[in-house]
């Protein structure tokens, strides 16, 4: 639509805004600012979106109404050159780790000038590189061409940006959008976010979302985050990053998160990460509250009312001082004389003065051993869940009870059913969580030399075994040699990966060899511990099953991605079958080697 068309406008306002847009795109008078994307893992920043605003009281200071007036004249192209050159000039990620956002919108890939070289050798001259930068295209604008945009953004990624889908949920191609161009990461709109602790469809729908993530290996940003309780939901959910008015508005200068708003991050994330456990406050449901001082016929008649209600609460001010449970309630009143006697005392004389309370971040399973400590005639009662000493409401011992089974079924849908260690779903994202991270770390395979024919020599039992004594000695060295957040996964099968943030991996590979190679010798009887067969019934010479570890280390620069670990150890692992008994072969990605590209290490050595 030409400005002329545009609503709202008369002939010398529409030429007026006409000049002013020239103008503006002349004399580059636009200026970016930067709004913090936080972790809502670690409660830092993790990167900023690069936003765009004209000249200071001008009509096109909004960036809607400068972006819709450029793209009316058909200057969109040349106005997203020059926002994206301010934003690259001005950006102040300070340190490597840092993204930084730019917006583009679909029609901008169209475009002949959108070419992978202007954009780095903008980023050259501010010391950024490509993997530091995140394209973010815009949901609201409709991709007619998705084999071309496909195409334009494979040419992007090659050189190691990533790709960002805007405002999903806000429009009806989110899904189209996310299955053809495989994002890095989706944003979700604010009108998912707003008040999502009061609305259990939205908390439906970013749950489907983050489970759909997952499966992909994408992140999520949560947009529009502006009360205190949708940052505790959505961090308590797992949503990866958020945004907004209370994390950081843009602005010129870099974000400095409020350091009650880092614990408040870190407190609920904590919770989360953990062993991945429920709180009692992810179950807890509102409650009726009375004073201590109301008559208990103002309760009773509560109840009356309220056939479906179990159980109040009864407080001092906020503070929780007891529990009436309705049952409890009328057997008193039924007894003789029992209207005339309390009808009009307060209800403190009834009530139970003694309820199990517990804080709003205590674990559901600590929870439900306290429940079922109780003795049989308060077994049933209302949990009192606080949260910071205030009553923020109730849960019941079936509420309870249904959780953990919940929580154990989710656990065992994503774990290996031998060895109870994670599967190849949280094995993608915590590599993928590693590369996101920055930081160096080591991936180990592990794969037992000869298995098939000692699982059919001895049958699947005693492999079973052998299997679970491979898991037990990799977990073994990670729990004394590693990091505390160091990983342990079964791929399947015999294969076994570990994901280390260690400095001296090589150091934790000799070791599960030794602990292999002694203990092993336990599953053999004792006349065959001279030769193996090859997977063609060869017989070879032998002191039984060893183990080959692939050692990768990952120093996670521009273009590593988790495709490429993966190729990595395959070769590696080909290398280290060539060698009889237990070995690690080494190799590295990203950064150039210092060492020896190959270091190979007999564990007899």
Known sequence: MPIDAMPGFDNENRENLRTELLHIIRNQTIKSVYQPIVSL??????????????????????????????????????????????????????????????????EILNDPDFVPGRTLELLEKRGLSPGQVVFEITERSSIEDFESAKQIL??????????????????????????????????????????????????YILETMLTFAQKLGIYLIAEGIETREELMKLTRMGVHYGQGYLLGHPGPEEAVLPPELTDHIMMHRKIVEASSVWTIGDICVPCQTFDYRDPISIVANYFKNHTDAAGAVIVNGQTP?????????????????????????????????????????????????????????????????????????????????????????????????????????????????????????????GDIDYFKWFNDRYGFHRGDQLIQFTADCIQQVIGLLGHPYDFVGHIGGDDFIAITGSEDPEKLCEEMLRRFDLGVKAFYDYDDWTYVEDRHGRRLESEGVTLSLSLVICHTGAGVSLEQISRTAAMVKKRSKAHRGSVVVCDCVGMPFTKNRAQENNSDN
């Open 321 to 445: 001082v007891g529990l009436i449970m309705r049952d409890r309630l009328f057997q008193q009143l039924a007894g003789q004389y029992g209207y005339s006697l309390f009808w009009n005392r307060p209800i403190d004389q009834l009530m139970d003065a003694q309820p199990l309370i517990v804080d709003e971040q205590a674990p559901v399973e600590q929870v439900s051993q306290y429940t079922t400590s109780r003795d049989l005639q308060t077994f049933y009662d209302l949990v009192i869940i606080t949260s910071g000493g205030r009553v923020k409401g109730t849960a019941s011992i079936r509420s309870i009870l249904e959780c953990i089974t919940t929580a154990k079924m989710e656990r065992a849908k994503v774990a290996n059913p031998l060895t109870g260690l994670p599967g190849n779903m949280q094995i993608h994202r915590e590599i993928n969580k590693r590369l996101l991270d920055h930081k160096k770390f080591s991936v180990i395979y």
């Open 41 to 106: 893992s670690e409660g830092i920043v993790m990167g900023y979106e690069a936003l765009t605003r004209g000249p200071e009281h001008s009509s096109l200071h909004s960036p809607i109404s400068l972006f819709a007036a450029a793209k009316a004249e058909g200057l969109l192209y040349p106005l997203d050159r020059l926002a994206r050159s301010r934003a690259i000039e001005g950006a102040f990620t300070k340190t490597k780790e840092q993204l930084l956002f730019l917006n583009v919108s679909a």
């Open 154 to 203: 494979g040419h992007y990624r090659q050189q190691g940006y990533r790709i960002a889908i805007d405002d999903a949920g806000a429009g009806y191609s989110s899904l189209q959008a996310i299955a053809e161009l495989q994002p890095d990461f989706i944003k979700m709109d604010r009108s998912l976010v707003h008040n999502l602790h009061f609305n259990k469809t939205k908390e």
